[in-house]
C-alpha cells in the first residue's frame, strides 16, 4: 500500500533533549512538508522540501532543522532551541510542486510531550 | 491580515440540512484550493480540490471558487453526523508553492 508513514506516533521528550521524528513515502511524491499543530489551532509549516538535497524554512523553522538526502525520506529534528515543543506534529506529501495539481497528502502524525 | 482566513465556529447544523463553510485567503496569485476534513486526534484527510472559478461537485459535496472576491467555500447536503468534524482551507500560492492553511471550522451536525 502506497501511503506516508510517520514514526514513532508518541514520543516524550525531557527538556534539552533533540528528538527526531521520521517521515518516509513510496508515494514517489517529489515535495514534502512538515506542519505543527498545537491544540484547537490550525497547521502551521515548519519546513518544506520540493526536490531532493533542497529545502525552504516555512513559518515557524526556528528550533527545527530537516534533510532530505532520498527523495523518500524528511526526518525532522526538533531541537533544545524549540521553547515549546509539545504539539502534533504532520508529515506530507505532494506529487508535483509546479502547475495546478499538488494535493497534499498526509501522515497520520506524531504526537511530542515535553516532559 | 491572515494569509488564509476561516470562521473558527462551531457551526452547528440538524442532520440533513446543508453546512456551509467559507474561507477567504490574501495572495491573489495562488492557484490551488483544498478543502481538508480532520476528525479530533487524526491527521487531515483530503475532501475536495479546486482550481478553476466555479463550482465543483463530488458526491454530497460542492467546492466553490471566486478568485476576483479572494473566497472558497465548502458546501455539505444531506448533513450526517458522520461529517462533525473540523474543516479546514488550505491554499497552494505562487513563487515556492507553499500550502497555506486556514485555523479550521468546527462542523457539528446534530442528530
Same mark, same amino acid.
Given at each position: !500500500?502506497?501511503?506516508?508513514?510517520?514514526?514513532?506516533?508518541?514520543?516524550?521528550?525531557?527538556?534539552?533533549?533533540?528528538?527526531?521524528?521520521?517521515?518516509?513515502?513510496?508515494?514517489?511524491?517529489?515535495?514534502?512538508?512538515?506542519?505543527?499543530?498545537?491544540?484547537?489551532?490550525?497547521?502551521?509549516?515548519?519546513?518544506? /522540501?520540493?526536490?531532493?538535497? !533542497?529545502?525552504? +524554512?516555512? !513559518?515557524?523553522?526556528?528550533?527545527? /532543522?530537516? /534533510?532530505?538526502?532520498? +527523495?523518500? /525520506?524528511?526526518?525532522?529534528?526538533?531541537?533544545?532551541?524549540?521553547?515549546?515543543?509539545?504539539?502534533?506534529?504532520?508529515?506530507?506529501?505532494?506529487?508535483?510542486?509546479?502547475?495546478?495539481?499538488?494535493?497534499?497528502?498526509?501522515?497520520?502524525?506524531?504526537?511530542?510531550?515535553?516532559? | 491580515?491572515?494569509?488564509?482566513?476561516?470562521?473558527? *465556529?462551531?457551526?452547528?447544523?440538524?442532520?440533513?440540512?446543508?453546512?456551509?463553510?467559507?474561507?477567504?485567503?490574501?495572495?491573489?496569485?495562488?492557484?490551488?484550493?483544498?478543502?481538508?476534513?480532520?476528525?479530533?486526534?487524526? #491527521?487531515?484527510?483530503?475532501?475536495?480540490?479546486?482550481?478553476?472559478?466555479?463550482?465543483?461537485?463530488?458526491?454530497?459535496? =460542492?467546492?466553490?471558487?471566486?478568485?476576483?472576491?479572494?473566497?472558497?467555500?465548502?458546501?455539505?447536503?444531506? #448533513?450526517?453526523?458522520?461529517? #462533525?468534524? =473540523?474543516?479546514?482551507?488550505?491554499?497552494? *500560492?505562487? *513563487?515556492?508553492?507553499?500550502? =497555506?492553511? *486556514? =485555523?479550521?471550522?468546527?462542523?457539528?451536525?446534530?442528530?
Amino acid at each position: !500500500d502506497g501511503g506516508i508513514t510517520q514514526s514513532p506516533k508518541y514520543l516524550f521528550r525531557k527538556e534539552g533533549q533533540n528528538v527526531t521524528l521520521s517521515c518516509e513515502q513510496n508515494l514517489n511524491h517529489d515535495a514534502m512538508y512538515w506542519y505543527r499543530q498545537d491544540p484547537g489551532q490550525g497547521l502551521r509549516l515548519i519546513y518544506y /522540501s520540493q526536490i531532493v538535497n !533542497d529545502f525552504q +524554512k516555512g !513559518d515557524i523553522a526556528e528550533g527545527y /532543522s530537516v /534533510s532530505r538526502e532520498k +527523495k523518500e /525520506s524528511f526526518p525532522l529534528t526538533v531541537t533544545s532551541a524549540q521553547k515549546n515543543p509539545t504539539a502534533f506534529y504532520l508529515c506530507a506529501s505532494s506529487m508535483r510542486w509546479g502547475g495546478d495539481t499538488g494535493e497534499l497528502f498526509f501522515g497520520e502524525g506524531s504526537r511530542l510531550t515535553v516532559l | 491580515q491572515k494569509e488564509v482566513e476561516q470562521n473558527s *465556529g462551531p457551526l452547528s447544523v440538524p442532520e440533513g440540512a446543508i453546512a456551509s463553510l467559507n474561507c477567504t485567503y490574501s495572495d491573489r496569485g495562488s492557484q490551488s484550493f483544498f478543502w481538508y476534513r480532520q476528525y479530533s486526534g487524526k #491527521s487531515p484527510e483530503l475532501i475536495m480540490s479546486i482550481y478553476s472559478n466555479g463550482d465543483k461537485e463530488d458526491g454530497r459535496f =460542492t467546492a466553490q471558487l471566486n478568485k476576483a472576491s479572494q473566497y472558497v467555500s465548502l458546501l455539505i447536503r444531506d #448533513s450526517q453526523p458522520s461529517d #462533525s468534524a =473540523t474543516y479546514l482551507c488550505a491554499v497552494r *500560492g505562487g *513563487g515556492y508553492q507553499k500550502v =497555506t492553511f *486556514g =485555523t479550521g471550522t468546527k462542523l457539528q451536525v446534530i442528530p
